[in-house]
């Protein structure tokens, strides 16, 4: 796979340079782990609920891991031969959609519905490529728009966003969920 190529991924995307924890103070120590301290997310988190400030505040620090969150742009190609991705290792998404565990459902379902079908193997792949592939990426597309959108950090911009979505009618909002979570026509026998 790496020798030709076709199914390395090209440069993953960083949702935020200070991804998921933005407004903390990440500090790298010279080992290269990163940490937070905790009263920083305390500080981040304030006002929140309760529930997740109890569970920040029992943490042990040092099991306390900064980390960020990454996409994957589009591959070329999800298959080689025989082999094929799916899941996170085809179209690794950022969890703002709350889609990466479903998408690997939905691609497990179409993958052994093509499979159990008379077609050859490398025509199964294809069919499964072609009915996945598009749709996955739209979502990982979506989740990054949505992280974006979720990270604003000027109160000017964050106070438009705020007030947009409290006039997106309920309806409308529905709709956009249901383009990213719609589900793939194959079942699995
Ligand atoms: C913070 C966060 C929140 C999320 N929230 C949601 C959500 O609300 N809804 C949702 O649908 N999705 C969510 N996701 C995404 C979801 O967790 C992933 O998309 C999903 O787990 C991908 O499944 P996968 O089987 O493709 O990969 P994984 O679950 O990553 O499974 C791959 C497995 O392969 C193993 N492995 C790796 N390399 C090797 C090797 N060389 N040999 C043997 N084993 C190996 C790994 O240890 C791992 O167990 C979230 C993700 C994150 C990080």
């Not at 969150?69 to 080689?80: G, N, Q, R």
Request: glycine letters at 6%; one cysteine or more.
């Amino acid at each position: 796979m790496s020798r030709s190529g076709r199914m390395a991924p090209r440069a993953a995307s960083p949702i935020s340079a200070a991804g998921p924890a933005a407004g903390t103070s990440p500090t790298a120590p010279a080992n290269g782990e990163r940490t937070i301290d905790k009263s920083d997310i305390l500080g981040h988190i304030e006002g929140w609920y309760q529930l997740l400030r109890d569970a920040v505040d029992a943490a042990d620090p040092s099991s306390i891991v900064a980390t960020e969150a990454w996409d994957l742009e589009p591959l070329e190609t999800w298959v080689s031969g025989r082999v094929v991705l799916i899941g996170d290792a085809a179209h690794a998404t950022t969890p703002f959609a709350s889609m990466g565990a479903c998408m690997t459902i939905q691609d497990s379902a179409s993958l052994v519905e093509h499979l159990g079908s008379d077609a050859s193997v490398e025509d199964a792949l294809a069919a499964f490529v072609s009915e996945r592939k598009q749709r996955d990426e739209a979502v990982v597309r979506e989740s990054r728009r949505m992280g974006h959108l979720s990270q604003m950090h000027s109160p000017i911009a964050t106070w438009l966003r705020d007030e947009a979505f409290s006039h997106t009618p309920g309806r409308r909002a529905a709709g956009q969920r249901r383009v990213s979570r719609s589900a793939p026509a194959a079942q699995p026998q």
